[in-house]
């Protein structure tokens, strides 16, 4: 099967699904960063913490009068999905941080349309990363690989903008990685 990487950022307010809302969801193919998808989402509680709103910038008000309702936005998002990858294609979550973010969908896909498109997996880019160069997990973070690989550009804590810089962190790194590979097999076919 064909497998369609697919980045994905939320913005939320609060650190678990939960007690806290999902707010935003931006995603866009890694491929094709343009092939984007946006959705702000009503709160499905009151409850937030004020760093999370002071990251994102929204509002519970702004969101309760012009989100989406959860299951409507969620349904948008899996129609973005599958016309974004057409069967017998896979979508394959990829985040900064992917733990965070995959988190939330997945709870509000589950709860809201009874099934992830996803499924139960995704690949973090943070963990790519350090497999790929060794280190620690400090140096995962963006202050160490944005001057790498985003010309030292900070995410902008719009869900569909910081996805779009995730696929390009992710291209980015995944063509350090292919090079390495060439390299290191081209080292070793003249040892």
């Known amino acids: 099967?064909?497998?369609?990487?697919i980045s994905v950022d939320v913005e939320?307010?609060?650190?678990n699904p939960s007690a806290y809302s999902m707010l935003s969801i931006g995603a866009c193919l890694?491929?094709?960063?343009e092939q984007n998808f946006y959705v702000e989402l009503k709160p499905v509680n009151d409850a937030m913490t004020t760093e999370a709103l002071s990251i994102s910038g929204l509002t519970l008000e702004h969101?309760?009068?012009?989100?989406?309702?959860?299951?409507?936005?969620?349904?948008?998002f899996d129609e973005w999905i599958a016309e974004a990858v057409p069967s017998p294609g896979v979508p394959v979550f990829v985040g900064f941080n992917a733990s965070f973010d995959w988190m939330?969908?997945?709870d509000y896909f589950e709860r809201f349309l009874g099934r992830n498109p996803f499924g139960h997996s995704a690949i973090d880019i943070k963990s790519f990363y350090l497999g790929m160069a060794g280190g620690s997990w400090a140096e995962t973070s963006l202050r160490f690989l944005?001057?790498?690989?985003l010309d030292g550009r900070p995410l902008s804590h719009n869900a569909l903008g910081d996805a779009q810089d995730q696929a390009a962190l992710f291209?980015?790194?995944?063509?350090?990685?292919?090079?390495r590979r060439?390299?290191?097999?081209?080292k070793e076919g003249t040892s």
């Open 171 to 179: 291209a980015a790194i995944a063509e350090d990685a292919a090079a």
């Open 146 to 149: 944005s001057p790498r690989y």
């Open 182 to 186: 060439v390299l290191s097999t081209t």
């Open 12 to 15: 939320t307010a609060g650190p």
């Open 30 to 33: 890694v491929v094709d960063p």
């Open 1 to 5: 099967m064909r497998e369609v990487l």
């Open 104 to 106: 939330f969908v997945c």
């Open 63 to 76: 969101l309760e009068e012009n989100g989406e309702p959860p299951e409507a936005g969620m349904k948008k």
